[in-house]
């Protein structure tokens, strides 16, 4: 199979041909053909198979066959990152084509949202609220939508969306054309697919464990108070340059990134309490390595697409195995391979067996390394702990059974030269990273060096404001059911 042999437009075969593609992948094989000729489609396939492509290009054909201002084609997402990866890939495959794409998502202003709706698109990826808010606006007009794709539809349910969609269902004119991708069919997911999807053409890729299958699966069994220092042992004695980090929680992914930047390890948190533009940019500096680690909630991270990522870490298992798939599926993206990593303490044993379940396979446990326990030393502010370490700070190694020995870190070079996208250029993430270090009960550094502070009450309050006001700049939180949910 060929991209010329699916009768794709020689516009979008000279944009796929410029991006490197050869074969179209089994997704692609499978649904662009079916959406050419007007069929609806189910669609089971996870990220990194190549699924965004396989609506996209034949989508931007059919819009190719007329023009007007509002938008034609709709394509909802669950989170504001693949909102805006689809928008780009989008463009990318269009741009031989005059079409016009337009992306829209909560977390930063409506004001231009609205004004690029004046001027009309002709594709529009949306996530659901925002979505909602501009149509309630009277700012959107969806009437005109003749193609509609429901991405990551079990996503969408797993964070609460079910009300949504069915809002935005009923102002979509009943003509249309429907396509749903999800990496996984729960009955819910069926009943949904039933209840918009006409006759639909189903397309399933390979087993939703295919990526995990191409993916080097290994777990350190490790207390949980350990787990941040074995983390930045594997960074550092690995020398990975990119890793993925996974933390249960949108605090504890705070905490987490105060912690490894406190070990010399360049670090961002990305989740639903930060700030659109503090999330862009996170991802941007891990993209271009300015960044070692990027500490993410799952659904944060959900379908974000960096390419060749080497390593991902659960520093917590997930409490739904299906997302540990989803998690370990940022690496080996598009036929390549990965490595992922589970730190599994002691009462994370039952989620472990509900993995290695879902994937009937166990996942080979590696002896635990010796590894510093770090005494990291107060960061007035920054830049980093690292050179303070380099001047001679102390740490505990631990061994596999537990017992310490006192060592000096003669490690230093780990991160050198990739300071500078992790400075000022943060402020906003470092502020209520360390408003957060202020008040944890464990800042080891605070107690153990009382001569330090971390600017003293007056910058903690300042920094604990804007922690507050990144925390209100939230209009889409991770969700499910309506309720807060993992985060
Ligand atoms: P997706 O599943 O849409 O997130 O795509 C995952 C990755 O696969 C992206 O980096 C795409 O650029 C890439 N990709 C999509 N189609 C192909 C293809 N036919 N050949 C190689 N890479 C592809």
């Not at 396989?54 to 709709?74: E, N, S, Y």
């Not at 928008?87 to 930063?108: I, S």
């Not at 949904?192 to 191409?214: C, G, I, K, M, Y």
């Not at 992914?253 to 490894?260: F, K, P, V």
Request: proline residues 6%.
């Amino acid at each position: 199979m060929s991209f010329p042999t699916l009768g794709l437009l020689p516009e979008l075969l000279r944009a796929v041909e410029e991006k490197g593609y050869t074969v179209p992948t089994p997704i692609q094989a499978g649904t662009i053909p079916a959406i050419l000729a007007g069929r609806d489609v189910l669609a089971g396939a996870q990220t990194g198979t190549g699924k965004t492509a396989a609506f996209v290009l034949p989508i931007l054909q059919h819009l190719t066959r007329d023009a007007g201002k509002a938008p034609r084609a709709l394509v909802l997402t669950p989170t504001r990152e693949l909102a805006a990866q689809v928008a780009d890939n989008a463009t990318g495959y269009g741009r031989y084509l005059k079409l016009r794409t337009a992306v829209v998502f909560g977390g930063v202003g409506i004001n231009p949202q609205i004004d690029q709706q004046r001027r009309g698109c002709d594709l529009l990826i949306a996530t659901p609220g925002r979505l909602l808010d501009l149509a309630g606006q009277g700012a959107l007009d969806l009437t005109r939508v003749r193609y509609f794709v429901l991405d990551e539809a079990d996503r969408m349910l797993d964070m609460g969306f079910i009300p949504a969609i069915r809002r935005v269902l009923k102002l979509l004119p009943p003509e249309r054309q429907n396509m749903m991708f999800s990496a996984t069919y729960s009955d819910d997911i069926r009943a949904l697919a039933q209840r918009f999807l006409h006759n639909p053409v189903s397309v399933e890729v390979a087993s939703r464990n295919a990526t995990a299958d191409r993916v080097t699966q290994s777990l350190y069994r490790v207390p949980k108070d350990s787990k941040r220092h074995l983390l930045a042992h594997l960074i550092q004695e690995g020398n990975w340059q990119q890793v993925l980090v996974f933390t249960r929680t949108k605090h504890g992914a705070n905490r987490l990134t105060q912690q490894l930047e406190d070990a010399g390890i360049t670090a961002a948190a990305i989740h639903g309490n930060k700030s659109q533009s503090a999330r862009v940019r996170a991802l941007a500096d891990f993209k271009s390595l300015r960044i070692t680690a990027l500490v993410a909630t799952e659904v944060a991270a959900r379908g974000l697409d960096i390419k060749e990522l080497p390593h991902v870490v659960n520093y917590e298992l997930p409490n739904v195995p299906e997302d540990y798939v989803h998690r370990i599926g940022r690496t080996a993206r598009a036929g390549s391979t990965g490595a992922a990593v589970s730190l599994v303490s002691a009462d994370e044993e039952p989620q472990l067996r509900d993995i290695e379940k879902l994937l009937r396979r166990s996942i080979q446990a590696t002896p635990l390394p010796q590894f510093p326990i770090l005494n990291t030393p107060v960061r007035p502010d920054r830049p980093a702990a690292r050179d303070s370490r380099r001047d001679g700070s102390t740490a505990n190694f631990r061994t596999p059974n537990g017992g310490r020995s006192n060592r000096r870190s003669g490690r230093g070079q780990q991160g050198s030269g990739r300071e500078s996208g992790g400075g000022e250029r943060h402020a906003e993430g470092h502020a209520a990273q360390r408003s957060q270090a202020t008040h944890r009960s464990e800042s080891r550094s605070s107690q153990s060096v009382p001569g330090h502070s971390r600017g003293g009450e007056h910058g903690r309050d300042r920094r604990a404001g804007a922690q507050r006001r990144s925390e209100r700049a939230t209009p889409e939180p991770e969700r499910a059911g309506g309720s807060w949910r993992r985060a």
